[in-house]
């Protein structure tokens, strides 16, 4: 199983922007789809966006296309997303997730979890 570490989360304003980051570590990550999620107190966990480890093939939930941007660092096992011209919606707790094959927008199907990193994002 991977083993998942978030870091990067914190408080921001309005139209300011964050990195978050995910260390991968346990698997060869080559068939690996690695996903962030995120989640609302009492809501259930959203596809934010995600990125197959050997392709590069990146996938985005709608309501985040060209603000969020997602890419990975083979040498440092290390994926990222990139939150720009955040609103107050976008404040969560933000996961990293892994699973073996492609990318899924349902959390069920991922089977290693990080322990999330809060965003917190003023108006």
């Known amino acids: 199983q991977v083993q998942l570490v978030e870091s990067g989360g914190g408080l921001v304003q309005a139209g300011g922007s964050l990195r978050l980051s995910c260390l991968a570590s346990?698997?060869?990550?080559?068939?690996?789809?690695m996903a962030w999620f995120r989640q609302v107190l009492g809501k259930e966990r959203e596809f934010v966006g995600g990125?197959?480890?050997?392709?590069?093939?990146?996938l985005y939930a709608d309501s985040e296309k060209g603000r969020f941007t997602i890419s990975r660092d083979n040498a440092k096992n290390t994926i990222y997303l990139q939150m720009n011209s955040l609103k107050p919606e976008d404040t969560a707790v933000y996961y990293c997730?892994?699973?073996?094959?492609?990318?899924?927008?349902?959390?069920?199907?991922?089977?290693?979890w990080g322990q999330g990193t809060q965003v917190t994002v003023s108006s």
């Open positions: 990125i197959e480890w050997s392709s590069g093939h990146t």
């Open positions: 997730a892994a699973r073996l094959g492609i990318l899924s927008l349902e959390s069920t199907n991922y089977n290693s």
């Open positions: 346990g698997r060869t990550l080559s068939y690996y789809g």
